[in-house]
């Protein structure tokens, strides 16, 4: 045997061994090379099995019948560019006349098995211009997300796509959503990233946590207030509906509409205010929509009291800089009176893991069909696998990196300076002092009692 040959079959043992092991810096090594040329080489043969060829145009018929040379070829979408990513390939194509991004959508399933990709998305970027994003491995099984992430204010990647790209909560263009979730379906780990996120920026965090506070309690230090049974978040949801109505009366002082003033800086919410006017935003967090909305009586005050004020907030308070972030188990008629015009409000949808078919037609029943089938695929042992969708129908399957808790306490507690004081709120500010001792106290019993 050779030393060539030895050589080769080291490396094509450390190949298989990197694919099986770290399919990530497989792909970053060997794949990304294999298949940029598989899809040069069969680029066309590939589409024009799958259908995405035009015949060719009359003219250039006439012109071959002139001149005595072979009939063209039918011809496939032009090829702009193909870049490779850390996770896949990016292929940019020009669409010939007569063809649809439809069709290269319709046809991705096939392209994934012709080029032996994991798999393959298509959206269109402008008129005749698709873009076909294919991964070379599963992104999901293991969560890395990219070094380079586009940040903004009021904007948080919290996961990972499919496709490789990451996933953002942009509470400017989604002002609010509804996450679903089986128990253990990674509906806490989902939430843990999207305040690990918010924690750095200039926002205020409210937390109503009716399950004594378990879950974002230990993120108190970054919260300027939390709630945490169905009666102390009344008074807050009352609390948040008054803070908005004074904005809204800054935001009418301020308009500042004169024939002088040009139309871009009327002011309509609290981003078109000056910075040394604007009001602090305040997303809000409800854990478990359940334990507000269920109640023992038949006309409970309480409950009404808090799906009024929730529904408020959700249909006037983007403008006034305030965002609902609603989770829940299921969140269906079920719940009483009022909740369907709320989710209706909720524009962002998310369903992790559901039990049953119905759970996740709340929250893309009306939304889009193929949204509901994929969400009732999600297998148990893929935790933190969702699906993420919107009003206009669009959907990606996603995945957040795993935060433990004490990630996400360690990330609150490094920015607790940032935890604004609101004088609307400042009677829910939790009382970290309390809180510790509590804890202490827990925990000298139970060692008395072992």
């Keep these: 045997m050779t030393a060539f040959t030895v050589a080769l079959t080291l490396v094509a043992a450390a190949a298989g061994l990197l694919r099986w092991r770290r399919p990530a810096w497989y792909w970053l090594s060997f794949g990304v090379t294999l298949a940029a040329l598989r899809v040069l080489v069969r680029y066309g043969s590939v589409m024009d099995a799958c259908g995405l060829t035009v015949p060719p145009s009359p003219w250039r018929l006439g012109l071959a019948r002139m001149t005595n040379r072979p009939v063209p070829e039918s011809r496939p979408p032009r090829i702009l560019r193909l870049r490779p990513t850390r996770t896949g390939l990016v292929l940019r194509l020009k669409l010939r006349p007569g063809q649809d991004a439809f069709d290269i959508a319709a046809a991705s399933d096939r392209l994934r098995h012709s080029f032996s990709m994991y798999g393959v998305t298509c959206r269109e970027l402008r008129s005749g211009v698709v873009e076909v994003r294919m991964t070379g491995y599963d992104v999901l099984k293991r969560v890395q997300m990219p070094a380079k992430l586009d940040v903004r204010p009021m904007r948080v990647p919290v996961a990972l796509r499919e496709d490789g790209s990451p996933h953002y909560r942009d509470y400017r263009a989604i002002p609010h959503a509804l996450t679903l979730g089986a128990t253990e379906s990674g509906k806490s780990v989902y939430q843990r990233n999207l305040v690990a996120g918010l924690a750095p920026m200039d926002v205020a965090l409210v937390g109503i946590d009716c399950k004594q506070g378990v879950e974002l309690f230990p993120l108190a230090r970054r919260f300027s207030a939390l709630a945490d049974n169905p009666d102390t978040a009344a008074d807050l949801l009352d609390a948040l509906v008054a803070r908005m109505e004074d904005v809204y009366q800054l935001i009418r002082a301020e308009q500042r509409i004169t024939s002088a003033i040009p139309d871009a800086e009327i002011a309509a919410d609290i981003w078109d205010l000056p910075d040394h006017l604007r009001p602090t935003p305040v997303v809000v967090l409800v854990d478990e929509v359940a334990e507000l909305a269920l109640s023992t009586k038949k006309n409970d005050p309480r409950r009404d009291r808090i799906i009024r004020a929730l529904v408020r907030l959700a249909q006037l308070g983007r403008a006034a800089g305030i965002y609902l972030e609603i989770c829940g188990q299921r969140f269906g008629s079920e719940l009483g009176d009022g909740i369907t015009m709320l989710r209706a409000q909720l524009t962002g949808r998310t369903a992790h893991r559901v039990n049953d078919e119905t759970s996740a037609k709340m929250a893309f029943g009306d ?84």
Excluded at 372 to 383: H, N
Excluded at 422 to 437: C, D, G, I, M, N
Aim: positive net charge.
């Design 367 to 450: 939304i889009s069909p193929d949204a509901v089938l994929a969400a009732i695929q999600i297998p148990a042992e893929m935790r933190g696998v969702a699906i993420a969708g919107d009003s206009t129908g669009g959907w990606h399957r996603i995945r957040a990196p795993h935060t433990s808790l004490r990630q996400a306490v360690n990330i609150c507690n490094r920015h607790a300076h940032r935890t604004p004081d609101l004088p609307e709120l400042a009677a829910f500010r939790p009382a970290l002092t309390s809180v510790s001792q509590a804890s202490l106290s827990l925990s000298k019993t139970a060692s008395v009692t072992a």
